[in-house]
């Protein structure tokens, strides 16, 4: 019934991971043009998508213009919700749920120490003209 609580049908992430999962075991998709068969079909691509919408979530939300704050929170919205269909297709291809990276946070969040949370070498600078990085983008 496509039903995962007894409230109803599922929606938001959960609906959507229902509905790539879908996509990915149905043979069809593969052959009607499914763009989620396609990505999973593809790593390449797949990898390129989800640097390239990581990288304008960062920009949207780097965005310091005060008279267009609607306009920013939009921007910032829109590119967080492509970053997170890609990154469900990327956990699907990998055979992760939600509820494994949900376990993980709830494992995360009981930890007693943690580490500084410092951005890697090299991740606050822009990748150098002509480097793999930058042709994704």
Known sequence: TGTTTCWGRATGLAALAQRIA?????????????????????????????????????????????????ATQEAATH??????????????????TLADVERALNRRALAITRRAGNA?????????????QESTR
């Open 79 to 96: 590119e967080a919700a492509d970053l997170l269909y890609f990154t469900l297709v990327a956990m699907r291809s990998r055979g992760v």
């Open 120 to 132: 890697k070498p090299g991740a606050l600078t822009p990748p150098a003209v002509g480097t793999n």
């Open 22 to 70: 879908a996509q990915a075991a149905s043979p069809d998709a593969a052959r009607g043009g499914s763009y989620t068969a396609r990505l999973l079909a593809d790593p390449a691509l797949l990898r390129a998508k989800l640097l390239e919408e990581a990288g304008e979530l960062a920009d949207a939300c780097s965005r310091e213009d005060a008279t267009k704050e609607t």
